[in-house]
């Protein structure tokens, strides 16, 4: 990843911030989530916000952006105290949010996207000539051209990001807050879009960057400020912190070991042997195998085919090819037949395909593995409680009542959520799609310790994921998919980001390596 | 995660029912209709006879009956347009199977003609299943077809007219269908509460249950957990049919004949019936004795336009529609405050 800003002097530190927070409390009901939080935004500079789930960072980031109202302290745009009444307040004083999900209607334009609710017009009809016009200025300027009239239904997710972006900033602005704007995004569109907030923050702008990753917080930011259980805890030159440091802040303890140390394979017989496994439009002719207690690793850029090809072997979508378990080969046409034969497959969508995100969580928890809580026609219900108490302990769920809903738990408590609704079925082979997106850092730590106890405990694991990093430190092998194929495999000292993305965009290794 | 430290104690359980906990949105058909009752009462005190309330239990059967199908196809995130029309056809084949069987025995003749109703239920079940999963469409469209067939099946059969029983005996040997009583409780009522309590049993306490609201709730969540989606929602269209069915076998005895205009707009009533009963119409939730409630009072709000001499009674389809909107106000107004 390019280092976008450190040879950037990080705004003036002398101005008068142009956003400032001093003394900033929030509370719902009796739980307070942020304390005296103080903050200041410099004309200019990149101020990443990092934090664990719950930290409170989008609590701060709501409040800056008027969604919602301080319990206590102020905010101050050039000095001047000010009270929003609301998000739309915020922008018209020039704080606009780009938020985190897509929030834009499929089937307009992007043009249309862009100047929906502000539509340009010509006495009584639409001036569409303008805002194609201005709509593909605006995306130029952002660094990609993308037509004005086409569809976004058409388009890829990390251009549907850059209409966003582009439609934030058609008002005019002098502060952008990014809410983890990476969060579903490849390395080389995260890159792209870094590029773009380089050019907005050389405009003057001030850019509040939200995010996870701690390797693009490093890259892109000049200041950051780490929050832990709602409180300030630091505010750093960028310069002079490494992810590391970063992790050690916002856990509050040493992180030198985010991955559990691997175990050794016995190369026994293969438990899946998959050949010439072909999904009809996203991954041809895949042929693997693997091993009791391994950890497989599948990498590749978004739109590789990776979801699909797993999707297509435990028959959830069209798919045909060899499937061998335990040497017997087989077919699935649905989970259930999958489920049956020991293979659980945890969806990278876990809040559209994982969890009922309206339904409590012992439903959640049982849904899958129901049959094993019935006695004759009914539903043992203390069993499903039961159940549900054995998995707060055994996956660290963290709730504060075990009668919420799925969807009002965070984002790592609902992937331990989903482990536990497997888990019951007691597979032999578990696939995890996208185990820790979206999630923090000491969870993150939580479920690398469990996939590697899976691992030991004699089960296979596949992990498919687009972070290099966590591949290379949980996985005994990675194999690489580019454009619906397996491109190779990498594994034991060959593991490294440079060798992956070889594979993974077909550069050559001199270009890869420069890109690292 | 086995190796974190003492997890936080949790209570060995299940966590007690609050006050807080109780969901308002469960609550408020049961309240609504205790004070359309007390508005009735106020309106002509006639309304509290049990004479007169037994008669709204009785006549409020159909749709109640059809309204729990109707709760299980809506809970999966279907829905059943057709149920009007399927009952006209049901009703109009059983009595056309009266006038014409060689069954010489009443009693027998009536079983087989029930059988064969509920058969033909069934069947009609099936066929609105099939469209909506083997033929992947919306059920809108599916039951809003089968809604013009079915009816028209029925004109066809009647020959533009009505069919009636034409055995004075056999009506007579019916006729106990919906106007007798068991230890003084008409027999709707008991028809009723059996379907209540075998819907609610199926709908809460089954591993089928769970998997109707799981697909109304995310289809594809339910899907990657190993339900076969498919075959649920053709299950909740099959009891959508048996449930017009046995309403159709109480139904026939009280008028002892099919036209074209026999269930005429029991479709809206259904569904008016399980959203005021609390059903989410999106799928999800589902509440069977919510939707016995919200049949009740539509029921009890004609009832009461009948009694008072303030509204025509003309309007009860206006006031119905009415209280379908406001129920939705309200629900949606309870859902914010939780």
Known sequence: MPQHGNNHVGGDSQAVPVLAAAGLSKSFGSIEVLSGIALDLRAGEVHAIIGENGAGKSTLMKILAGHLQPSQGTLSIDGHEVKFTGPVDAEQRGIVLVHQEILLAPHLTVAQNIFLGREIRRGLTLDDRTMNRRAAEAVHELGADVEPTRVVERLSIALRQLVQIARALAVPHRVVIFDEPTASLTPVETDALLKVIDTIRAKGIAVLYISHRLNEVKAIADRVTVLRDGKWIATREAAALEPIDMARLMVGRDMANLYPPKSQVTQAKPVLEIEGFTVPGHAANARFSLHAGEILGFAGLIGAGRTELFEGLLGLRPGSGTVRVGGAATAFHNARQAMEAGIVYLSEDRKGKGLLLAQDLRTNLTLAALDRFTSGLLIDKAKEWEALNRAFGQFDIRARSKSLLAGQLSGGNQQKLLLAKMMLLEPKIVIIDEPTRGIDIGTKEQIYRFIASLAASGKAVIVISSEMQELIGVCHRILVMRNGEIAGEVSGSAMTEAEIVVHATGVSREVANAQI | ?338
């Not at chain 2, 033909?120 to 299943?129: P, Q, T």
């Not at chain 2, 989410?280 to 029921?299: N, P, Q, S, Y």
């Open chain 2, 1 to 338: 995660m086995s190796e974190t430290p003492a997890p936080p104690k949790m209570a060995n359980t299940k966590p007690a029912r609050r006050w807080q906990d109780l969901d308002l949105r469960a609550l408020a058909p049961f309240v609504a209709l205790a004070v359309l009752m007390a508005v009735g009462y106020l309106v002509n005190s006639r309304f509290i006879d049990l004479d007169n309330l037994s008669n709204v239990l009785a006549r409020s059967a159909f749709i109640a009956t059809i309204a729990v199908g109707a709760t299980f196809v809506i809970t999966a995130g279907g829905l059943d347009l057709s149920v009007g029309s399927m009952a006209a056809l049901i009703a109009g084949t059983m009595i056309l199977f009266f006038n014409g069987a060689y069954i010489t025995d009443g009693y027998g003749l009536l079983a087989t003609g029930m059988v064969l109703a509920v058969g033909l239920g069934v069947l009609c079940g099936v066929a609105n299943g099939l469209g909506v999963t083997a033929g992947r469409l919306e059920p809108f469209i599916v039951t809003l077809g089968t809604m013009a067939i079915y009816r028209s099946l029925l004109i066809w059969l009647a020959d533009g007219g009505s069919i009636a029983m034409k055995s004075l005996a056999l009506r007579g040997e019916y006729r106990p269908v919906y106007f007798g009583t068991i230890f003084g409780v008409p027999f709707p009522v008991i028809v009723i509460i059996a379907v209540a309590l075998i819907g609610a049993f199926l709908l809460y306490r089954t591993t089928f249950g769970r998997h109707v609201m799981a697909v109304g709730s995310n289809e594809d969540v339910a899907r990657y957990s190993g339900i076969s989606v498919g075959r649920v929602r053709m299950l909740t269209y099959v009891i959508q049919g048996v449930c017009v069915a046995i309403a159709v076998l109480v139904y026939v005895p009280r008028l002892g004949s099919a036209t074209s205009t026999t269930g005429l707009g029991w479709e809206l009533q259904a569904i008016t019936a399980v959203v005021v009963g609390g059903t989410a119409l999106r799928g999800g939730v589902g509440r069977i004795w919510g939707t016995i409630c919200g049949a009740l009072i539509l029921e009890v709000i004609g009832n009461i336009m009948v009694l008072s001499n303030f509204i025509s009674e003309n309007l009860v389809g206006a006031v119905q529609g009415a209280i379908i909107i406001i129920a939705m106000l309200v629900q949606r107004s309870l859902a914010r405050r939780t």
